[in-house]
Each structure stands twice: as structure tokens, then as C-alpha cells.
T-cell receptor, first 109, second 116 residues
């Protein structure tokens, strides 16, 4: 059980920002929030992770709600290469990554 | 950038045969994982491995499956007596720490197993 809820699909226009939502209302205080993506015919790829504070890296930003029951992955300028399935995953300190169905992001030129 | 390497990229085997899927994790990582993805379905956890023993396994990982780190660099998944339903993409992953990790898990490109 992935214990996160994401929309099945989203669309974006190239060079526009994308906000991918995730609900994890039963998250425990020690669970990290991970985001991975899977491009067609490839293995999952780490995007970003965080615990409480918002996080930024070269790929994306992660905005975590104050109550930690939801988070949003932000791609600042979508490119065609960002078209992928994006997975939001809860991970405990000793737990393994359990993937759900994710959000399939389509990017239109 | 360090990579997780998996071989072969594609393996075709006859039903009932044994297969060994090979992985070379990132050298300073301590935790190793196998996942599989049946075509069109989600990525499923099989097993995690740390300190030369299984840490956790899913209900998919039954007696047909085994893992081994034979030489300190390779990490293998053996499937005995393969079945048609074992056809899937198998992904190896490694991480420096479990769960939250630092930089997360790194996945390989996968081995596509086709059982005929």
C-alpha cells in the first residue's frame, strides 16, 4: 500500500511551471516524502525528497504543507524531456520505497 | 555520476529454467534492492538486502527467488523454475541509507526478462 494519493494524469505546456500534488494524510512524523520519476522504458529516477522544510535542487522544488499531509512537486519550466510518470512516496527511516501508480505527466510543445 | 549497472539488458528463457540477473550497485552504497515492473503495471518491491542478509521481502519474493552478494561488488537475483508470469522488467537499486537516504535510491536501467 503506497499510502499516497496522486492524480492519474496531468498535462502541461512546454516552458510553463508544473505543480504535481500528492496527498499523504496518514504520514507519520518520521516518514520522508520522496519523489521519483520514470521516463518511458527506463528505471525510476530520484527527483527530490524532504521531511518538513521545502527543498530545492537542480531538478525541482518540493513544497511540503505545514501539517505534512500533502506536498507538491514543482517543475519550474517543463520541457518535453520531463514527460514521465511521477511517483510520490512515503519512506520511513528503515522502510523501503513502495511505489503507487503515480501521475503521468504529458508536456505539450 | 555513479551508476547502478544491470546485466543483461534483455534475457529470454524457457519456462522452468533458472535465471540469474546481475547488478553492480554504487560502490559506497550499503543497501540493495530488487524491484520488478510487469508491463503496464506499477513498480513492485521484491526485496531489500543489507549486511549480507535480507532486510525485508514482499509476498512476491517467495521460495522461487533468492538474492546474493557473492563477491562484494555484484548483487544477484536468482529465479528458479521461471514461470510465464515472471516476465517483467527487473530493476536493481542501491542507496547509502535506507528509507530517507541521502540523494535517494539509484536505480539501474533494468533487465527485461521474457519467459516463453
Amino acid at each position: 500500500d503506497a499510502k499516497t494519493t496522486q492524480p492519474n494524469s496531468m498535462e502541461s505546456n512546454e516552458e510553463e511551471p508544473v505543480h504535481l500534488p500528492c496527498n499523504h494524510s496518514t504520514i507519520s512524523g518520521t516518514d520522508y516524502i520522496h519523489w521519483y520519476r520514470q521516463l518511458p522504458s527506463q528505471g525510476p529516477e530520484y527527483v527530490i525528497h524532504g521531511l518538513t522544510s521545502n527543498v530545492n535542487n537542480r531538478m525541482a522544488s518540493l513544497a511540503i504543507a505545514e501539517d505534512r499531509k500533502s506536498s507538491t512537486l514543482i517543475l519550474h519550466r517543463a520541457t518535453l524531456r520531463d514527460a514521465a510518470v511521477y511517483y510520490c512516496i512515503r519512506a520511513g527511516s528503515q522502510g523501503n520505497l513502495i511505489f503507487g501508480k503515480g501521475t503521468k505527466l504529458s508536456v505539450k510543445p | 555520476e555513479p551508476e547502478v549497472t544491470q546485466t543483461p539488458s534483455h534475457q529470454v528463457t524457457q519456462m522452468g529454467q533458472e535465471v540469474i540477473l546481475r547488478c553492480v550497485p554504487i560502490s559506497n552504497h550499503l543497501y540493495f534492492y530488487w524491484y520488478r515492473q510487469i508491463l503496464g503495471q506499477k513498480v513492485e518491491f521484491l526485496v531489500s538486502f543489507y549486511n549480507n542478509e535480507i532486510s525485508e521481502k514482499s509476498e512476491i519474493f517467495d521460495d522461487q527467488f533468492s538474492v546474493e552478494r557473492p563477491d562484494g561488488s555484484n548483487f544477484t537475483l536468482k529465479i528458479r523454475s521461471t514461470k510465464l508470469e515472471d516476465s517483467a522488467m527487473y530493476f536493481c537499486a542501491s542507496s547509502p541509507f535506507p528509507g530517507q537516504g541521502i540523494g535517494g535510491y539509484t536505480f539501474g536501467s533494468g533487465t527485461r526478462l521474457t519467459v516463453v
